[in-house]
């Protein structure tokens, strides 16, 4: 007879998923704990003291919030071109056949398989090609390009798990291809477009080498960290910004993984 009690794991096991864990989230520790010092020039451990003055600071600072908004408008774009184009390649390739369709999906999804700086030297390449200027939507390009991949992974998932037959069923009961998409495709795939959008929006809002490539002058809020970088008295406000990047981009992360979670159960 199985026992009702899950068998415990073994030590070498629990010990190397500490080390996991360790390894991937003591760095962002660090961040944390050096938002709150008082010196601004040395990272000594332990820290001198704790204080609260560099998110004043960072509270003032008009080219912070400049860079902020840009990045929000950039990967709010770049979701919404994400939700229309990668939903629309993932019914293409699920519910129809046709001559290279298996070269189209290695073409969607290879975005995301690329090293970023190859992506972005080809990207700017194009666009000198083309002869257009850096602005906010070249920016949007850029970060378009492997945001629809997570939108159509997602979509594409949850449409093969989704049976033909209700489509069919409303075909044949006189809706047209809008009516069938609204009332039978929307409702089944919305938390896999839930799900896709949020990532794709924390993948846009925190890109750095894509966006060296295709931004010019301007600056998102990754670059305005990574410029800061480089002043060394702005290192404590850097990880004061650092630290609320971390926890703006877990919650969407987060419920993703927990829409994708739900999408898996039977």
Do not use: K
Request: proline fraction near 5%; include cysteine; glycine fraction near 6%.
């Amino acid at each position: 007879m199985r026992s009702e009690h899950p068998e415990r794991a073994p030590r070498g096991l629990v010990a190397a998923a500490l080390g996991v864990l360790a390894f991937l989230h003591l760095p962002m520790a660090v961040v944390a704990l050096y938002a709150f010092t008082t010196d601004d020039a040395t990272l000594g451990f332990p820290p001198p003291g704790l204080t609260l003055r560099w998110f004043a600071e960072a509270w003032q600072r008009v080219d912070l919030w400049r860079a902020l908004a840009l990045s929000v408008r950039v990967a709010s774009v770049s979701t919404a071109v994400a939700l229309l184009l990668g939903t629309l390649a993932a019914l293409a390739v699920t519910r129809a056949r046709f001559f290279g369709r298996e070269a189209l999906t290695l073409l969607v999804i290879l975005p995301i398989a690329l090293p970023g700086i190859v992506t972005g030297i080809a990207l700017r390449s194009a666009m000198s090609i083309a002869g257009l200027g850096f602005s906010f939507w070249t920016i949007v390009a850029g970060h378009a390009t492997f945001c629809i991949v997570t939108v159509y992974n997602n979509v594409a998932a949850r449409l093969r798990r989704t049976g033909g037959s209700q489509i069919e069923a409303s075909m044949d009961l006189g809706a047209d291809a809008f009516q069938t998409f609204r009332r039978v495709v929307l409702p089944s795939i919305a938390s896999a477009l839930l799900a896709g959008g949020m990532l794709a929006f924390s993948l846009s809002f925190d890109e750095v080498i894509v966006t060296t490539f295709t931004a010019g002058q301007q600056a998102t809020l990754p670059i305005w960290i990574l410029d800061q970088l480089a002043r060394p008295r702005d290192r404590p406000v850097t990880n004061v910004i650092a630290l609320l990047v971390i926890a703006a981009t877990a919650v969407p992360i987060l419920l993703a993984h927990r829409l994708s979670s739900r999408q898996d159960e039977p």
